[in-house]
């Protein structure tokens, strides 16, 4: 059973004059105990947005949040309790701490709302507990550091500790490496894997990079102007990307094997994809149809409709009318 549920989650935020911008749009997934779901797309896709609501920092204008089955509690006591249970891990552990305040500051605070009662040296040897889970060592040392006397990746582990310390069921983890060194990129997602083993939490990890996406994550979400284009395990998503989205996405993902020659046969690649977008494409109005048709080179006139999840493969959906009976065979990247 999912440990947290959403289903047909929306939310909108106001524009200038009136108008309304849909930034998540009926996105419904489960998350269960021990499982890692990561739900990629580039900067705007509404990912971020998809994190504060489910976090309750944005209002979501319909849809619903299950918590161990029940609605999330949406305000007072209620609210506080579901924000116990799901925690979020930010991308800027250096914004997301005070500078002021220390490390033990930092974690004595959530420690005191699930174990109030503890004061003195049960609360000293806590937070030492909690700052080795994260291999903050020696902790007795780092317990009285601030946050400017620390590196990056000290930051985000202690931004991680902090998240564990009410004990939750479930880490929304936000882009919680893109500001981090790349040495040190990969140290942080093994931690995250390893707590989420040890602690059996369910984690949802929100990211730009395919390639870690599939290393940490057994299923994927893509998400695209806030929906949901395409979704399945990862080895299928990764291997066998379907919606044209996600395959320029996976040409994009840095290849460990790839050779000066192949580079430049994939940028080469992508400038006449881009040139092959044309002018008629980029004027289509954006509102009905598929969303990505302004930079899709496959697009047809079945596209100004609005696309339905199609399977295709094993647990793996599109929403992309070249996998529908619609359209022309010969289309099919
Ligand atoms: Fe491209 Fe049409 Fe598929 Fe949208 S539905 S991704 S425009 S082919």
Same mark, same amino acid.
Request: net charge positive; aromatic share 4%; charged share 25%.
């Given at each position: 059973?999912?440990?947290?549920?959403?289903?047909?989650?929306?939310?909108?935020?106001? /524009?200038?004059?009136?108008?309304?911008?849909?930034?998540?749009? @009926?996105?419904?997934?489960?998350?269960?105990?021990?499982?890692?779901? =990561?739900?990629?797309?580039?900067?705007?896709?509404?990912?971020?947005?998809?994190?504060?609501?489910?976090?309750? #920092?944005?209002?979501?204008?319909?849809?619903?949040? #299950?918590?161990?089955?029940?609605?999330?509690?949406?305000?007072?006591?209620?609210?506080?309790? &579901?924000?116990?249970?799901?925690?979020?891990?930010?991308?800027?552990?250096?914004?997301?701490?005070?500078?002021? %305040?220390?490390?033990?500051?930092?974690?004595?605070?959530?420690?005191? #709302?699930?174990?109030?009662?503890?004061?003195?040296? $049960?609360?000293?040897?806590?937070?030492?507990?909690?700052?080795?889970?994260?291999?903050?060592?020696?902790?007795?040392?780092?317990?009285?550091?601030?946050?400017?006397?620390?590196? @990056?990746?000290?930051?985000?582990?202690?931004?991680?500790?902090? =998240?564990?310390?009410?004990?939750?069921?479930?880490?929304?983890?936000?882009?919680?490496?893109?500001?981090?060194?790349?040495?040190?990129?990969?140290?942080?997602?093994?931690?995250?894997?390893?707590?989420?083993?040890?602690?059996?939490?369910?984690?949802?990890?929100?990211?730009?990079?395919?390639?870690? $996406?599939?290393?940490?994550?057994?299923?994927?979400?893509?998400? &695209?102007?806030?929906?949901?284009?395409?979704?399945?395990?990862?080895?299928?998503?990764?291997?066998?990307?379907? %919606?044209?989205?996600?395959?320029?996405?996976?040409?994009?993902?840095?290849?460990?094997?790839?050779?000066?020659?192949? #580079?430049? =046969?994939?940028?080469?690649?992508?400038?006449?994809?881009?040139?092959?977008?044309? $002018?008629? %494409?980029?004027?289509?109005?954006?509102?009905?149809?598929?969303?990505?048709?302004?930079?899709?080179?496959?697009?047809?006139?079945?596209?100004? /409709? %609005?696309?339905?999840?199609?399977?295709?493969?094993?647990?793996?959906?599109?929403?992309?009318?070249?996998?529908?009976?619609? $359209?022309?065979?010969?289309?099919?990247?």
């Amino acid at each position: 059973m999912s440990v947290l549920e959403v289903r047909n989650l929306t939310v909108e935020f106001g /524009q200038r004059g009136g108008a309304k911008f849909r930034a998540v749009d @009926g996105l419904s997934f489960g998350l269960a105990e021990g499982q890692t779901l =990561a739900l990629v797309g580039e900067s705007g896709s509404g990912k971020s947005t998809v994190v504060r609501a489910l976090s309750q #920092l944005v209002r979501r204008r319909s849809g619903e949040i #299950l918590l161990d089955g029940k609605p999330a509690g949406r305000r007072g006591s209620a609210l506080r309790a &579901y924000r116990h249970k799901v925690q979020l891990v930010f991308q800027d552990p250096f914004a997301s701490l005070n500078p002021m %305040h220390t490390v033990r500051h930092h974690l004595v605070r959530p420690l005191s #709302l699930r174990q109030g009662h503890v004061r003195g040296p $049960a609360m000293e040897s806590a937070v030492h507990d909690l700052l080795r889970s994260v291999n903050l060592t020696p902790p007795e040392e780092i317990a009285g550091k601030h946050p400017h006397e620390l590196s @990056g990746g000290q930051r985000q582990r202690v931004a991680i500790a902090r =998240a564990l310390a009410t004990d939750p069921d479930v880490l929304l983890a936000d882009e919680p490496v893109s500001m981090l060194d790349v040495s040190i990129r990969l140290e942080i997602l093994n931690l995250l894997d390893r707590l989420k083993r040890d602690r059996r939490l369910a984690l949802l990890y929100v990211t730009h990079d395919l390639a870690t $996406a599939r290393h940490f994550s057994s299923e994927i979400m893509v998400m &695209y102007k806030g929906e949901i284009v395409e979704r399945g395990p990862s080895d299928e998503v990764i291997l066998h990307p379907s %919606h044209p989205y996600t395959q320029i996405l996976a040409n994009a993902a840095p290849d460990p094997t790839a050779t000066r020659e192949s #580079l430049a =046969a994939a940028r080469e690649q992508r400038q006449s994809a881009r040139a092959a977008r044309t $002018a008629e %494409h980029r004027e289509v109005a954006i509102g009905t149809g598929c969303r990505f048709r302004t930079r899709c080179t496959f697009a047809m006139d079945i596209c100004a /409709q %609005h696309p339905e999840d199609i399977e295709v493969g094993p647990g793996h959906v599109a929403r992309c009318w070249l996998y529908s009976g619609a $359209a022309d065979a010969a289309a099919v990247p």
